[in-house]
């Protein structure tokens, strides 16, 4: 059975090292179940960086983004 997680980005944006951090988490929940993101409000370039593969090992694939524009 896989688990569903609804990930929320409430953060300093425009730290690098932040959304560094959110993409190794979301890395490691994919290994357990399917990822909601809710990016209402959240800046384009923040979720272009969580979606890059280049940033981290690789791209997450697991994510769904509940309100991408």
């Given at each position: 059975m896989e688990n569903d997680f609804l990930y929320r980005p409430q953060?300093?944006?425009e730290n690098l090292g932040d959304a560094l951090i959110a993409k190794n988490l979301l890395e490691i929940l994919e290994n357990?179940?399917?990822i909601?993101?809710?990016d209402k409000?959240?800046?384009s370039n923040y979720i272009?960086?969580?979606k890059n593969?280049?940033?981290v090992s690789h791209e997450v694939y697991k994510c769904h983004f509940a309100?991408?524009?």
């Amino acid at each position: 059975m896989e688990n569903d997680f609804l990930y929320r980005p409430q953060t300093q944006y425009e730290n690098l090292g932040d959304a560094l951090i959110a993409k190794n988490l979301l890395e490691i929940l994919e290994n357990y179940g399917e990822i909601y993101i809710d990016d209402k409000n959240v800046p384009s370039n923040y979720i272009e960086i969580i979606k890059n593969k280049a940033c981290v090992s690789h791209e997450v694939y697991k994510c769904h983004f509940a309100f991408y524009r």
